[in-house]
């Protein structure tokens, strides 16, 4: 990847460019859809990169390329809007949109080419890797010199402000605040977080991206937030809460008679018992119980199917054979509509494990499962060139 960018950016501008970039994307190992109901969530960076050559320019215009695309883009930086024929480059042109709303000074232009092997609309966050890694181009360039959680608050504005997903801070936070062989226990409610160890001994966690496309924007996710904030009300009217997350199990009962609404009360039902999987995932990693562990993905799975309803037939079947063919729990991971899911499984079965499960879905469904395994990694790094 790295002379690929350098040979495209070289052939471009018969230079070479100043830095090198590069930000992973994630996985979440439990905790999923509680981010904007300010709960819980455990995700990890995994080692699939978005990358980019970076070089100063003289003028204020930013010029942005794939490596996967054909044409480039260009903008003028004091006139940055939203162009709905740019597809992928409003995520970039996103950022320096965000940066300048707050204030920051934005002295020169840049070129930035960009490549990338993370699964795109896969469920892995490569909408936040390219926005955290554009912001802390910035932040290099520009000197700014922001802390991960400054880095990952602006690409979050970004995402929501300017690409109108009404995401939670999961994805951003995740992959700005990565550490090598570490899970983050993020607070949504606080923004706080800590680093866990989970020692899966003679188990590893793989990650099987079901290559079924979906853009997030155009899902019903932004109905799931809706609808959350919807019980949110109701129930603000009985309890002293400021989010779902606020409700333990034993209230679901009165809940359900409060609410009066199948849906509504299913939706709840997810963002309460999924927080507490949360801290029973955490409780039985410190005691080493894999098997609980287990459980705990194969219960948040069902939970993300029959309850919060965004599992979708895919990676329901990529559960199913996933645990027939040696995977002890697994879940879909990230916000669904097709996507990726993660499995548990001994070391020493991996081969067996991916051979018949890419085989048993490519007869199914004639398409290509990427399945490896998740190796945890550091967040974002550059390099001078
Ligand atoms: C997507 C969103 C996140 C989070 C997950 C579901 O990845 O971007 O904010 O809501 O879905 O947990």
């Known amino acids: 990847m790295k002379n690929k960018l350098i040979y495209t950016y070289r052939n471009i501008f018969h230079k070479k460019p100043d830095k090198l970039f590069s930000s992973p994307c994630r996985i979440n190992l439990i905790g999923e859809h509680t981010d904007y109901n300010l709960g819980l969530a455990l995700p990890a960076a995994i080692s699939k990169y978005t990358s980019a050559v970076v070089g100063k320019r003289n003028d204020r215009k930013i010029y942005i390329r794939s490596l996967n695309k054909k044409d480039p883009y260009e903008v003028d930086l004091d006139n940055i809007s939203k162009i709905p024929t740019y597809g992928w480059g409003n995520y970039p042109l996103g950022v320096f949109y965000t940066l300048k709303e707050n204030g920051y000074k934005l002295p020169f232009g840049l070129n930035i080419i960009y490549g990338s092997n993370v699964p795109m609309a896969s469920g892995l966050s490569s909408s936040a890797s390219i926005l955290n890694l554009t912001v802390y181009i910035a932040s290099i360039m520009y000197g700014y010199n922001l802390d991960e959680t400054t880095i990952a608050n602006i690409a979050h504005e970004s995402e929501t402000k300017y690409n109108g997903l009404k995401c939670g801070i999961l994805d951003e936070y995740a992959i700005a605040l990565g550490k090598k062989d570490k899970c983050i226990l993020l607070d949504c409610k606080s923004n706080k977080y800590s680093y866990e160890s989970i020692d899966l001994k003679d188990y590893a966690l793989v990650v099987i991206v079901s290559n079924v496309k979906r853009s997030l924007t155009v899902s019903p996710y932004n109905k799931r937030v809706e609808e959350c904030q ?22 679901l009962p009165n809940i359900k008679t409060l609410l009066n609404d199948e849906i509504l009360f299913k939706r709840v039902r997810h963002i309460v018992t999924e927080n507490q999987r949360v801290r029973d995932f955490i409780k039985a990693s410190k005691e080493g119980d894999i098997t609980t562990l287990a459980n705990i993905l194969n219960k948040s799975h069902e939970s993300l199917k029959d309850d919060y309803e965004v599992s979708g037939e ?34 020493i079965d991996f081969s067996y494990f991916k051979e018949n499960l890419y085989k048993d879905y490519l007869e199914k469904y004639h398409i290509k499962a990427k399945i490896f395994p998740a190796n945890i990694c550091d967040g974002l790094k550059v390099k001078s060139l």
Do not use: P, Q, W
Request: charged share 25%.
């Open 230 to 251: 919807k019980a949110l009300t109701i129930l603000k009217g009985h309890y002293d809460i400021e989010s779902l997350s606020d409700l333990k199990v034993s209230d």
């Open 314 to 347: 895919y990676l329901d079947y990529i559960h199913d054979i996933s645990l027939k063919y040696g995977a002890i729990g697994e879940r879909m991971t990230g916000a669904g509509f097709g996507g990726s899911s993660i499995a548990l499984i001994k070391k």
